[in-house]
């Protein structure tokens, strides 16, 4: 018995490096994951928005929280020496947004950029709650793309929510 505690214990160790040794060292030391600095990528980012406890079209009942359409999602980069892109796109019927910037985003870092989803597309699901209103989303890296012209780099901007003013009048 007490050998089997032992070697499930020694399992669960190696599976908990693991599981900390696959992500890139950036990660492992706190900070966001960060492609690696001497590659020639475009910057692509996808996101959700959803509306916390209205059910409209779109509602999850998992979530208790509609997917929202037709929301403006924007990829904003500014470096220091005051270049800066902005770039737009907007949700799908599911919620989901994928903004693509061409090759004008390869001299941005990901740290360089938010991505804002400035308005609800709901007017009774206004009131912006993660994040907060005007904050933005850090970008995570999750994968390469290779696309036939282009090496593009995906990263996630997680989830955009947003509630009504008063639950009663969605
Ligand atoms: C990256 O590749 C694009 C397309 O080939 C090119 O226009 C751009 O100059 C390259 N940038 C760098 C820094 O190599
Ligand atoms: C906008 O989203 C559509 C659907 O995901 C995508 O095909 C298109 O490339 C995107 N455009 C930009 C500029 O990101
Ligand atoms: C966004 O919400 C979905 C559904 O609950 C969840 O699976 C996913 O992990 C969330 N993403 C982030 C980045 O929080």
């Known amino acids: ?19 900390v040794c696959l992500p890139s060292r950036g990660e492992a030391m706190g900070r966001l ?54 770039v737009w796109n907007a949700t799908d019927a599911d919620g989901y947004f994928l903004i693509q910037a061409d090759w004008e985003s390869a001299p941005f870092k990901s740290k360089d950029c938010k991505v804002h989803v400035p308005r609800s597309p709901a007017s009774g699901c206004a009131a912006a709650v993660r994040p907060a209103a005007r904050k933005g989303a850090p970008l995570k890296f999750r994968r390469f793309v290779p696309l036939p012209d282009q090496l593009q780099a995906r990263y996630s901007a997680g989830n955009f929510t947003f509630a009504p003013e008063e639950p009663a009048k969605c």
Do not use: H
């Not at 001497?38 to 779109?58: H, M, P, Q």
């Open 33 to 86: 994951p960060q492609p690696p600095p001497d590659l020639n990528f475009t910057i692509s980012v996808e996101g959700v928005v959803w509306c916390k406890s209205c059910r409209y079209a779109g509602y999850v009942r998992a979530m208790d929280a509609s997917l929202l359409p037709n929301a403006a999602a924007l990829l904003r980069c500014r470096r220091d020496d005051g270049r800066a892109l902005s």
């Open 1 to 19: 018995m007490a050998c089997l505690a032992r070697r499930l214990a020694v399992c669960l160790s190696l599976a908990v490096l693991a599981v």
